[in-house]
């Protein structure tokens, strides 16, 4: 099982960005074969998918980040990233990066407030 460690959150005002990472300590090669994904888990509410992308680049995303959001990867580094910008109240939540594995790491906290 791989553990994905999650960085960048923080508290940002209502319009700001934020950049988080994803990194998969380990994985080594194998890490450019994986189809990786951003998740988000608000308070009381399910884990959802907000963005996706494929070992060869192609990227997806739910219709509620759409335009706002950029998901990135970096095979070199091992790294994911979400770049999220006009962010809103209802960006808050837990962030987390999986490749469908069934371990999730901490996740990282964003919370978007005035």
């Known amino acids: 099982q791989v553990r994905f460690v999650e960085s960048g959150g923080g508290l940002v005002q209502p319009g700001g960005s934020l950049r988080l990472s994803c990194a998969a300590p380990g994985t080594g090669r194998i890490f450019s074969n994986y189809a990786m994904g951003w998740y988000r888990q608000a308070q009381g509410k399910q884990r959802e998918l907000v963005a996706s992308?494929?070992?060869?680049?192609?990227?997806n995303y739910a219709d509620s980040v759409k335009g706002r959001f950029t998901i990135s990867r970096d095979n070199r580094k091992n790294m994911v990233y979400l770049q999220m910008n006009s962010l809103k109240y209802e960006d808050t939540a837990v962030y987390y990066c999986n490749a469908g594995f069934t371990t999730w790491g901490q996740g990282t906290q964003v919370t978007v407030s005035s």
């Open positions: 992308i494929s070992s060869g680049g192609n990227t």
